[in-house]
């Protein structure tokens, strides 16, 4: 089983990241997916949720209009849009994949935010 996240750097204040987290070795379109992050020194935090079949989708009120979650079950792939970037953005962003009792994630990638 693999998450691999990518896609991360360092962005400007407003700027724009397109992050990716490819999976492999389980049945993709079965799981719930999930964006969480961890600033240093803060605990880790949901950011973003989608739903198997991607009908359904929450964020975390920080990042509601900013942020968008979609997922591509052909590809085996999840995707976060991240627009309108601010320095509290900055934190390694990790995805996770949750079918019962099963759980997965990935080693994360550094989102950075700064002039």
Not at 31 to 44: I, L, V
Not at 80 to 107: F, H
Request: net charge positive.
């Amino acid at each position: 089983v693999q998450l691999v996240e990518s896609g991360g750097g360092l962005v400007q204040p407003g700027g724009s990241l397109r992050l990716s987290c490819a999976a492999s070795g389980f049945t993709f379109r079965w799981y719930d997916m999930s964006w969480y992050r961890q600033a240093p020194g803060k605990e880790r935090e949901l950011v973003a949720h989608i739903t198997s079949a991607g009908g359904s989708t929450n964020y975390a009120d920080s990042v509601k209009g900013r942020f968008t979650i979609s997922r591509d079950n052909a590809k085996n792939t999840m995707y976060l849009q991240m627009d309108s970037l601010k320095p509290e953005d900055t934190a390694v962003y990790y995805c996770n994949a949750i079918w019962g009792r099963n759980t997965y994630w990935g080693q994360g990638t550094q989102v950075t935010v700064s002039s």
